[in-house]
C-alpha cells in the first residue's frame, strides 16, 4: 500500500512538472498571437540611416530594412509601423515594449545578446573608416593624434573601443546622434574621419566619390540580424522562418539589388 502511494505521488509530481513546463511554453509562444491579435508589429530605427532606414524627400520612411520588414509583415498577415527612437536607447525601448522589433542595421554583439534576442543574420559588414578625399591619413597609424568621429550607442562606437591599440594613440572621440552629422563635420574638417559600418559608409560615398574614400584598413567584421526581446520566442520563430522564406524565393535578393545594385543577403 506505501509503494502504491509512493508511486502515485510521483507520477502527481510529473505530471504537476510537465503542465507547468507546457504552461511556461504557452505563456512564452503567445507573443506572435499577440502581434496576430494586434494586426501589427512596431520597428523601432533610426530614420537617418541610410539605406537601411530614412526619409526620402517626401518624408518617406524608405530603405533596405523598411522594404524587408514590409515583406516580412505582409508574410506573416500583419501591418508593420516604423517608430524612428533614439538609437542610444533603442534597446531600452525595446525592453520596455515601446517597440516590437529593432530592424534597422543592428549588429550582433555579444553585450547586445545579454539583453536581447536576434533573428538569423541576413548581412554581413564591416567597420569601416572614412576620411577626406584629400586627408593625408593612409592607414590606422596615421590616425595617432587625430579627432574620430561615431554615433553614439552604435556598433562603430563598439568597435573602436575595443581598438585599445589605436583609440590610445587618439587626440579625441567625438559622439554624433547620427552618421550624417559626423560625415559633415569630416566634410568641414572638424575631425579627421569616421568609424561607419561599410553597408553606410560606401552607399554615402558612392554619391560623395569627390569628397571621401575609405581607407584599407578596418576595424572588424560583424553581422546585422533583427533584435527582438528574449522572451518573444513565438514571434522570433516565425520571423525566421519568413526571413528563409524570403531568400530562398528571391525577395531578399530583389530588395538588395534595389538597395546595394547586387544581392549580398546571407542566405
Not at 111 to 117: L, P
Request: hydrophobic share 35%.
Amino acid at each position: 500500500m506505501k509503494k502504491n502511494y509512493v508511486l502515485l505521488v510521483s507520477a502527481l509530481i510529473l505530471l504537476l512538472i510537465s503542465f507547468t513546463g507546457c504552461n511556461q511554453k504557452n505563456t512564452e509562444d503567445k507573443s506572435l498571437e499577440k502581434i496576430r491579435e494586434k494586426g501589427y508589429f512596431v520597428v523601432g530605427l533610426d530614420d537617418n540611416f541610410p539605406p537601411m532606414g530614412f526619409r526620402d524627400k517626401s518624408g518617406e520612411i524608405v530603405g533596405f530594412d523598411i522594404d524587408m520588414a514590409k515583406e516580412a509583415a505582409k508574410r506573416m498577415g500583419v501591418e508593420v509601423k516604423f517608430k524612428p527612437v533614439d538609437w542610444d536607447g533603442v534597446i531600452l525601448s525595446l525592453k520596455k515594449k515601446d517597440i516590437d522589433l529593432i530592424w534597422n542595421g543592428l549588429t550582433v554583439t555579444e553585450e547586445r545578446k545579454k539583453q536581447i534576442s536576434f533573428s538569423k543574420i541576413y548581412l554581413s559588414n564591416r567597420q569601416i573608416i572614412i576620411v577626406n578625399k584629400d586627408s593625408n591619413i593612409n592607414s590606422k597609424d596615421d590616425l595617432k593624434g587625430k579627432i574620430i568621429g561615431v554615433q553614439l550607442g552604435s556598433s562603430s562606437e563598439q568597435a573602436l573601443n575595443s581598438d585599445k591599440d589605436l583609440i590610445e594613440t587618439l587626440k579625441n572621440v567625438r559622439k554624433y546622434s547620427n552618421n550624417t552629422e559626423a560625415l559633415l563635420d569630416l566634410k568641414a574638417k572638424r575631425i579627421d574621419a569616421v568609424v561607419i559600418d561599410e553597408i553606410v559608409g560606401r552607399y554615402y560615398i558612392a554619391k560623395r566619390q569627390d569628397e571621401y574614400r575609405i581607407l584599407e584598413e578596418n576595424i572588424g567584421d560583424e553581422s546585422y540580424a533583427v533584435g527582438i526581446k528574449k522572451e518573444d520566442v513565438s514571434f522570433r520563430e516565425e520571423l525566421d522562418r519568413v526571413l528563409d522564406e524570403m531568400k530562398k524565393d528571391g525577395t531578399a535578393a530583389e530588395i538588395s539589388k534595389k538597395w546595394f545594385g547586387e544581392d549580398i543577403v546571407i542566405k
